[in-house]
């Protein structure tokens, strides 16, 4: 099973609203990501989880939260978004630390969020 | 620092002729590159990587891409394109020691016409 599964596929918000976005793998990575996506630009890295610690923060705004409960599950908790926060979140995972190196990102086919 | 440069944010060919995407990477080391695809409302699907296995790659899709040091390229071609080709494509590298996290191109939007 080489498969990422995020949910749900869209989300419609308001900027008062609190919402969660979820992602799950079962190949046993221990490495996991959430990016954000704008239309025609590459995905820009937000979180890293390796070992479900949280390793890396790009400077993320505090109104997005992550969480790993366990090695298979991502979450990102939204809580008063704004309008440029729409965009598509993407979720990957890999294997940590990279066996073999150079192995790559198994990307979920994310969710489009949209904030009015 | 590693980076890669995509020449061309759009690529137009017609339906059977080649296609090229150019990607030239920048990195003191020699690096892992990796060619991704991403069609309309999906996610990144891996279409090729180079590892120092072998420096011509082929991939899914009829895709291949070819590692040339001296030109600190790994541009990306089809014999012949197909419609269903039409999407986003994204060169990206990550060094072969540290930071595991790869580095994405800006991408470029192949167009296929009939």
């Known amino acids: 099973d080489t498969e990422v599964t995020q949910t749900p596929k869209h989300l419609v918000m308001g900027m008062t609203n609190k919402k969660s976005l979820k992602c799950e793998q079962h190949?046993?990575?221990?490495?996991m990501y959430w990016y954000k996506q704008k239309a025609k630009k590459p995905p820009e890295l937000m979180f890293v989880?390796?070992?479900?610690?949280?390793?890396i923060n790009e400077s993320v705004p505090s109104r997005f939260s992550p969480e790993c409960p366990n090695s298979s599950l991502l979450n990102l908790h939204l809580h008063a978004l704004q309008p440029e926060d729409s965009a598509l979140y993407l979720c990957?995972?890999?294997?940590?630390?990279?066996?073999?190196?150079?192995?790559?990102?198994?990307f979920g086919p994310g969710t489009r969020l949209l904030v009015l | 620092a590693q980076s890669v440069t995509q020449l061309g944010s759009h690529v137009s060919v017609s339906e059977g002729a080649l296609v090229l995407l150019r990607c030239n990477y920048s990195?003191?080391?020699?690096?892992?590159l990796f060619w991704y695809v991403q069609y309309p409302n999906q996610g990144l699907q891996l279409l090729l990587k180079y590892t120092s296995a072998a420096t011509l790659v082929k991939g899914i899709n009829g895709f291949e891409a070819e590692f040339k040091k001296s030109e600190t390229s790994f541009h990306l071609t089809k014999p012949s394109a197909h419609m269903s080709d039409a999407a986003e494509y994204f060169c990206?590298?990550?060094?072969?020691?540290?930071?595991?996290?790869?580095?994405f191109g800006r991408g470029t939007s192949l167009i296929v016409h009939p």
């Open positions: 990206a590298v990550s060094p072969s020691g540290g930071s595991y996290i790869p580095t």
């Open positions: 989880y390796s070992y479900e610690k949280l390793s």
């Open positions: 990195s003191s080391v020699p690096p892992y």
């Open positions: 190949m046993g990575h221990r490495a």
């Open positions: 990957a995972s890999s294997q940590f630390p990279p066996d073999p190196p150079g192995e790559t990102q198994y």
